[in-house]
């Protein structure tokens, strides 16, 4: 009889113990389309200084229902010294049917106690074919080009810009201090005006242009030689200057007074072939070219006169 009262006692306050804890598991709302979302909340009622261990999902809540999110867990004071631990997951599914949330165990070091079994309908969207306008799937939009992704590839250029530039001064300082040789170029020789006018004169003498029949074009070699001479030797832009002009302003260079009477009638002779049609007799031509000549080696500088006779070999025979 004694001992049939100690088991009642030990059964009783085990049945006190396991009161003092109460799991519960919601799920707001039980019904939902596909793609939305539902609130399911397992939450424990217990006494302050208990501890009640609680599960804690992690991806899924059963299998074809996804947590989206969990919230953070809530504590709430209640009466007698009791306290409410609650956490709160946001769930989906996308697939349709009817889903079995199993009953969680809450556990003590002495008890355990389960929630009661909920349940999750996920119905379809309607869809009428003939009233409804179904849209084909839309294609990949691009992504539009913001200012700070510009402004970031700048930034990255212009970084390793600089320290391309740290890199080749650290190498011109530190590995090439040898400095590079500096070739000094020849310069090329001058070679004076009046050599050149006489080498030209030459190369005319020996292509006889006059005598296959050109006339004209031997008169304008004639002359641009000369012209090319008087800019060289005496600083008169002739080649821009027409015939008057050109013997007005030679009357100012004493060195031209020997032949200022034979480059006025070579000239004048030049304008009428070129202008007017003019044919000059065979031996005006080739007194035309002796008179170039003449003109360029009598006003030739007077210490140039040595000159060597690679460049010009004298003055031509008549």
Known sequence: MR????????LLANGMMAQNFTPQATLQPSQIQIGEQARLCISVAQDADTYVSMPILSDTVTAGVEIVERLPIDTIALD????QIKQEYVVTSFDSG???????????????????????????VA???????????????????????????????????????????LLLKFVFKKKVPFIQPQPQPIIPPHIVALN?????????TWQSGN?????????????????G??????????????????????????????????????DYVKFAKMVPLENENEQSLLTAFDVVDK??????????SHLYSGKPES
């Not at 929630?115 to 309908?121: C, E, N, V």
């Not at 306008?133 to 200012?147: G, N, Q």
């Not at 600083?235 to 034979?262: C, F, G, H, Y």
């Open 127 to 169: 869809v009428n074919a003939q009233t409804d306008d179904i849209k084909t799937i839309k294609p990949i939009m691009d992504a539009p080009l913001l200012w700070s992704e510009i402004f970031t590839w700048v930034g990255y250029g212009l970084l390793v810009l600089l320290l391309i530039g740290v890199v080749v001064l």
């Open 299 to 308: 006003t030739k500088p007077v210490e140039e006169e040595n000159v060597e």
């Open 215 to 231: 006339i004209k074009a031997f008169y304008t070699e004639v002359t641009d030689v000369l012209r090319v001479y008087i800019e």
């Open 98 to 124: 009817f889903y079995f949330i199993p009953p969680y165990t809450f556990a003590t070091q002495i008890d355990s106690l389960q929630t009661s079994p909920i349940g999750l309908s996920v119905t379809t």
């Open 200 to 208: 030209r004169l030459e190369a005319i003498k020996a292509e006889k």
């Open 233 to 270: 030797r005496f600083q008169i832009n002739a080649m821009e200057l027409t015939s008057d002009e050109i013997l007005a302003l030679v009357k100012k260079v004493p060195e031209m007074d020997e032949v200022r009477q034979q480059l006025k009638e070579l000239l004048t002779l030049a």
């Open 3 to 10: 001992f049939r009262v100690i088991i009642a006692l030990l």
């Open 80 to 83: 007698n010294n009791r306290i």
